[in-house]
């Protein structure tokens, strides 16, 4: 094999390469070791996951046999969703110097299980004898019942209470299924960045990386530390990598699961604490810290096989629990079971927060497989990892895809996993404790040494096995630029776990996950014939190229056949005093005027809007460029109450309730926004003046009937009209742009417009239309840097029509009478473009916006400024 291996360098250096390169087809398969750079790369990521929805079982009497049985029953809870972007570059800055940077935003809500309970507990059911027929168990929260509706036998086996119509007499009947307690959340959204920066030698590697996570209840900071030895002639590699995370958690607990879950235990050791800011909300504070090392190895058997190993550890400890899981407990009174039938024992059904372990050590240790298989110019990888921690858990990871090119460039890749757990050693689906619930003295109201030192229902703990299948489709087309789309379908079961068992088959679930992505490949665009050394290629007149990154459609392509990619970000900020008019004014006269003839109890403090949007441009003549613009928008809402409103005895039930719902926990919404699709036509063009109309419609592709979930009651109510992530309606956008340069300077003007095709959304209403005008001039401050001044005046319509469904109208953002008006501002840019070299063509550019006058419709918070930076390539 020596010899072998000596002579491989000519001989093998193609199917190594096809090895490699199909093993890195897949997202997420690199490891976050350090290994050999790959190509140089930019590249963009949209998925979207969905749960299938949970069994929620409960009571069924049949009136004709009055026989009852525990069934599950499909619930009307909306499941959970996921909705997530992704984008990054890999870039080489020398020879030697990479660097590489992600950044990923999700946004998630739907119903979520936070515990479990016998659902004979939760079952309110008919008499025996009588003709009715009752359903039971989807209620958001398990309340229990009644004292002698909890009731077990003496070996803790769950019973069904009914009451005998004859006698009067509770009877009993054992049932074992459990069922799972769902709660319901309004969208959230994580934003998670990350960058890492390498050094290469001949035989070595180093990098440094870290990144931060945020959410609105959780923010994770970490740094990482990689290093790769190649020995024996680069056909052995070593990895060995460090990590470190610090976490802390500020969850805001729901002000209507207070009469549901018992938080005294951390109220007691101050972890939860008042916030009268946000109306006294309960805010659980916890920090924890993680350390892990891996280590691995990799070695090539031969020219078309390849075999890795790694190792892992992690340490963490600090608060490891969830603050939104709870476990329910039985308090059973000894003293309190004289009038119950013999082997009969009845308590209160309580739920307390979960208590895990404040340490955690975990092992794992894994092993890849990659075989290219010639004949078929295709690949097989074979993955398999364990795992164990101190929790008890011991976890089974088997993967295995195939890669196999299928002509013309496509590559189809069928994929499937396999996953197995045990369950860890603290979790347990529900307790009895034997004391009484309310009577301890140490400050609680139960005694914690009678509980388990630690306890969590949280199904992520339980035994369980998970199949899974998919497959990822690409398409690699000239220039450097692939296409890629995947769908997966996984099933969650408790019999599936090795061993069997059917113990949890009441977290039994089903979930799919779509994903599509465009990756360019700036090498081979490079090698396609981009030059490197020369500025003709970047100062190619495209004309409008050098207008400021918030103007749209303000250039196109110069030639036939011409390709662009480019990203788009745009932030807008409203934060500061309410307007009427222009004019700020204070909350008493919001309160009387700005809820028309009600009165309102809570106002906007701030809002933020930000858009990632991908400019994809092709030119089929010389005279058109055809542009795609899909978009990823999530939005983050703030609200306080108004003095001065005090509630009425006229005022819905629950008013109060959802005032504090509103004002601690805030909107957030985020998902796909509407997708443009335009023409760019040329009017005019001599070199120094050009002129070009566009035109093109706004697909409805965007959620515009986004509700709040509240735990209370299933539907809260549709979102403020200014959250919706899309117009909902198709919408004609004409513009028209004239652009001009001339030595150092250039200049442009821009008239544009939304008109709205339709009178009215799904959800009963539509956007006012939209006019805009704007004029710059720019002045080239070097070969490749230049700065520019925009002056921009907008006018947005009213919205017509209202939502045609249930909305808590609080505050002057769900009336429509509050949208719209002019809006005038002036914008500052600067604009880079890479002269020479490798990246030679890249174009940034960054403008502010800064609100001059703000001229509203009724009662909205002042704009603050806006924030819109590009990134673009010609090819």
Known sequence: MAVINKQRNSDNGVSLQKLTAAALLLPGLIASNVHAAEG?????????????????????????????????????????????????????????????FNYLQDTWGGATPISTAPAAFGVNVPRLGSDSVTVVGATPYLQGGSYFGNAVTGQGKPLISTYDPNTGNPVYQQSNQLTTILSTASPETRNQGDFKLGYEWDRAALSVGGGISTERDYESRFGNL?????????QTTLNLGLSYTNSDTNAVLAHDSFAYIDTSAYKLNGQIQTDSGKANAQILQGNRQDWGATFGVSQIINKTALVSADVGYTRSTGYLSNPYKAVNALFIDQAAQSMNPANVFTGDLKALLEKRPNERNQVNLGGRYVQYITPLDAALHFDYHFAIDDWGILAHTFDADWVQPVGDNWTITPRVRY??????????????????????????????????????????????????????????????LTLE???????????????????????NFDSWNVNAALKVDLEKLSLAGRTHDSTQAVHEHHPGGDAPAGVMFSHMLPKAGDMMVGYRFMRGEQRGDTLQGTHSVNDQLIVDNGCGPNPCYIKTTSMTMNMHMLDLMYAPTDWLTLMLMPQFVSMDMAMNSLDGAPLAPSDPPGTADMINHHVQSGHQTGGIGDVGMYGLIKVFDNGMHHLHATAGFSAPTGNSNLKLNRNHQIDGGFMDYGMQLGSGTWDFKPSVTYTGKWDSFSWGAQSSGTLRMQNQNQAGYALGDLFQSTAWGSYNLTQWLSTSVRGIYTAQGGIKGQYNGLVNQLGPMDYTSNYGGKYWDVGFGLSATVPSGAFAGHRVSFEWLQPVQDNVNGYQVQRSGALSATWGLAF
Do not use: C, M
């Open 419 to 480: 996953y197995s757990q045990e369950a860890a050693n603290f979790y347990t689906p529900w307790l009895i404790s034997q004391q009484a619930y309310g009577s301890s003295s140490n400050g609680l109201n139960y005694d914690p040494g009678l509980l388990p030192a630690n306890y969590s229902s949280d199904q992520r703990l339980a035994g369980f096995g998970a199949l899974s299948g998919g497959v990822i489709v690409s398409k690699r087309f000239a220039k450097g």
């Open 226 to 234: 990689g290093g790769r030895w190649d020995l024996n002639q680069k």
């Open 485 to 507: 789309s995947g769908f997966e379908y996984y099933t969650h079961q408790s019999s599936l776990k090795i061993g069997g068992g059917s113990e949890n088959n009441f977290n």
């Open 40 to 100: 140089d790369e930019v590249d963009f990521q949209y998925g979207h996951y969905e749960e299938s929805s949970r069994n929620i079982y409960g009571l069924i009497a049949d009136p004709a046999t009055s026989v009852q049985s525990v069934s599950g029953l499909s619930n009307t809870l909306k499941p959970i969703t996921v909705d997530s972007i992704h984008g990054g570059a890999k870039i080489s800055l020398t020879d030697r110097v990479k660097f590489s």
